[in-house]
T-cell receptor
Framework: QQKVQQSPESLIVPEGGMASLNCTFS?????YFWWYRQHSGEGPKALM?????GDKKEGRFTAHLNKASLYVSLHIKDSQPSDSALYFC?????????FGAGTRLKVIA | GGIITQTPKFLIGQEGQKLTLKCQQN?????MYWYRQDSGKGLRLIYY???????QKGDLSEGYDASREKKSSFSLTVTSAQKNEMAVFLC????????????????FGPGTRLTVL
């Protein structure tokens, strides 16, 4: 059983549009949640973290966390072609990081 | 700032061969990780090292060995390469392991791309 389910697997949005990415977790011990982004040919880089229930905004990126529902999401406002990448959600718990399979986002001009 | 370097960038091996991947970081971080990335399966933890001289198995350690030679370097060995295997191996580091009370951003290297003929 996958510990982290990401949806959708892939997503195409027009430039300037809103991209919404979702994650559900099965581990109720999950405490800390992260979003990472990986451009082709590179290693993943952290986008943002969210540790408390509610919304957290950083520029065009807004993360939402609901620990009771084991759910976290990422919304990208005013999407740019440079946002095209593979996005991972991850949580840390019991001293390990657990990553989802990723959502591949393509932003078309 | 700092950087993680991984060598080689591309690695082509033969079935049954023993292959070694190397990782160096200059963040002065205590904790280092090795992940395997397959298409559609996210990142799976192979080995991690909380501090120099420590070694911990991850979920995917079978078929691999690891070595933390010094604080800045962490190596991974594929003990017997499997035919037609293709994957990206990613090295990462954090200031320390965080424990139950903290969570740190992981810094990743660019990866080593393995192909086994």
């Amino acid at each position: 059983q996958q510990k982290v389910q990401q949806s959708p697997e892939s997503l195409i949005v027009p430039e300037g549009g809103m991209a919404s990415l979702n994650c559900t977790f099965s581990d109720r011990n999950s405490q800390y949640f992260w979003w990472y982004r990986q451009h082709s040919g590179e290693g993943p880089k952290a986008l943002m973290s969210i540790f408390s229930n509610g919304d957290k905004k950083e520029g065009r990126f807004t993360a939402h966390l609901n620990k009771a529902s084991l759910y976290v999401s990422l919304h990208i406002k005013d999407s740019q072609p440079s946002d095209s990448a593979l996005y991972f959600c991850a949580y840390t718990g019991n001293y390990k990081y657990v990553f989802g399979a990723g959502t591949r986002l393509k932003v078309i001009a | 700032g700092g950087i993680i370097t991984q060598t080689p960038k591309f690695l082509i091996g033969q079935e049954g061969q023993k292959l070694t991947l190397k990782c160096q970081q200059n963040f002065n971080h205590d904790t280092m990780y090795w992940y395997r990335q397959d298409s559609g399966k996210g990142l799976r933890l192979i080995y991690y090292s909380i501090t120099e001289n420590d070694l911990q198995k991850g979920d995917l350690s079978e078929g691999y060995d690891a070595s933390r030679e010094k604080k800045s370097s962490f190596s991974l060995t594929v003990t017997s390469a499997q035919k037609n295997e293709m994957a990206v191996f990613l090295c990462a580091s954090t200031p320390d392991w965080g424990g139950a009370g903290a969570s740190y951003e992981q810094y990743f290297g660019p990866g080593t791309r393995l192909t086994v003929l």
